[in-house]
């Protein structure tokens, strides 16, 4: 990262240098004063190799002070993202408040070390990849809304991002750890492997890389190295309940009932006693419910007798509890035990047909698209005459590149409802996607006749009609 220093004293600006230099930072323009400093900014903006992406500012400078030239930064578009760490005097702290309102990422009072600098340069970084954080979060629960997937435009923006913010702190984990977390949630896999990867190469003792790498390999189908990650990942943090937990599972899976009783009644032990908040209570249920399983394996029957008697008065009582609980494993990617709770839900559902249609939608949302399928084809057994559960089906099969069955799907759907041109829209992609293009044709025309909010297909409407 290329660094401004802005000051009018020459000493001081050595002093920045120095500190600068120790932190790794070699590549340093400077500036005496705010005028100055703004003009260097804006003639090396876009300039490949040249952008400046962090300042460290002093406050009081003739003819245009630190607190001008972030007015002037904040109000420039161009400058954009820029990281403004001002510098001021024991006695000036009102400046601070100041500055803070101006938009200064932080700041340091001078005298100060390289340390205070370094520790600065990290609370920066976590702050803008926690601001990185929400902005990605809320983009997934637009997509769920929509029923859309995940962009290679949208990732590209969120992933390039996160790599000019690690320049920041190029000594820290933080940023290749979070950058190897934006891969999975876009399930780019071999990418996310190779940050956590860098991650360990330069500190083996970050558990989260190892457990992150641990699920890169599950994902990738290399169980053994998956195995071997979380193993570590234990070790490394042997107090984390979550770690102890998934390794009892990878154990169960392969017959070490033993290992997993073990790491299932630690796990146990370290959650809070009375444990009743929503972040804790999904750990709780399906952690009692590994331990009456694998305690049945070894004969341990007073074990799983305890554990069924504390997780009977624990478990929900209804099945909009299984569902709130299935959601939540489905958005901690859990998709063994979210189905476990809808088979829980299914059994005391008053209104079956309406349940697995809500549970399909959730699956669908999770892109479990196999498991969604199950439960709209029980639907439709229930309920022949809804088109819902074929529309659906046919969504799913445009997901997974069955264009026939998705095609053969929405027919049904409209046939069923013939008077709904969401569906024959969709009936029109099919078409689209097997080549029959003036069947898709006549199908967007006729569907945006029926839903004229319908616009998505105009421009397929006006380029064949040219």
């Excluded at 390794?247 to 796990?267: H, I, K, P, Q, T």
């Amino acid at each position: 990262m290329r660094i401004i220093i802005v000051d009018d004293m020459g000493p001081m600006r050595k002093t920045v240098k120095r500190a600068l230099g120790f932190l790794g930072f070699t590549d340093t323009v400077e500036a005496k004063n705010g005028k100055d400093g703004y003009d260097l900014l804006i003639a090396n903006h876009g300039v490949p190799g040249k952008d400046i992406g962090l300042g460290v500012i002093d406050w009081n400078m003739v003819p245009t002070s630190g607190l001008d030239l972030l007015n002037m930064v904040r109000s420039d578009p161009r400058l954009d993202g820029f990281v403004f760490i001002m510098l001021t005097a024991e006695q000036d702290r009102d400046n601070i408040v100041l500055a803070i309102q101006g938009g200064v990422d932080d700041y340091i009072i001078k005298p100060f070390t390289p340390e205070t600098l370094k520790t600065k340069l990290e609370n920066v970084l976590k702050l803008k990849l926690s601001r990185v954080k929400k902005e990605i979060d809320a983009y997934f629960r637009d997509l769920e809304s929509s029923w859309s997937d995940p962009g290679v435009v949208e990732f590209r923006n969120f992933d390039s991002r996160v790599e000019a913010l690690e320049g920041l702190a190029p000594w820290s984990h933080m940023g290749p750890l979070f950058r190897a977390r934006v891969n999975i949630r876009f399930e780019r896999f071999n990418e996310a492997e190779k940050h956590l990867k860098k991650v360990i190469a330069t500190n083996f003792g970050i558990a989260d890389a190892h457990q992150l790498l641990s699920k890169v390999f599950k994902e990738k189908g290399k169980t053994e190295e998956s195995l071997k990650e979380l193993e570590i990942a234990v070790v490394e943090r042997p107090g984390h309940h979550p770690f102890k937990q998934q390794l009892g599972e990878s154990y169960m899976l392969r017959g070490r009932y033993n290992d997993a009783v073990r790491l299932f009644s630690e796990a146990l032990a370290l959650m809070p006693a009375g444990v009743s908040n929503d972040e804790t209570y999904p750990d709780l249920i399906s952690t009692l419910y590994n331990i009456m399983t694998a305690s049945n394996k070894t004969g341990r029957q007073e074990e799983a007798n305890r554990a069924l008697r504390r997780v009977q008065s624990l478990e929900p009582k209804e099945a909009t509890g299984w569902v709130n609980l299935g959601r939540v494993y489905l958005g901690r990617h859990e998709l063994s035990k979210a189905l476990f709770a809808f088979g829980k839900g299914e059994e005391m559902a008053k209104d079956k047909y309406v349940f697995l249609k809500e549970i399909a939608i959730a699956l669908f949302k999770a892109r479990a698209f196999d498991s969604a399928l199950e439960s709209l084809n029980k639907a439709k057994n229930l309920k022949p005459s809804d088109p819902f559960p074929c529309n659906l089906s046919g969504m799913i099969g445009g997901r997974i590149n069955l264009d026939e069955k998705a095609m053969a799907e929405f027919k049904e759907a409209f046939r069923l409802d013939p008077t709904n041109g969401k569906i024959l829209f969709n009936l029109a992609v099919a078409y689209g996607n097997t080549g029959q293009k003036d069947k898709g044709l006549a199908c967007f025309i006729k569907a945006r006749q029926l839903a004229p909010e319908l616009t998505e297909g105009d421009d397929y409407i006006n380029s064949a009609e040219i």
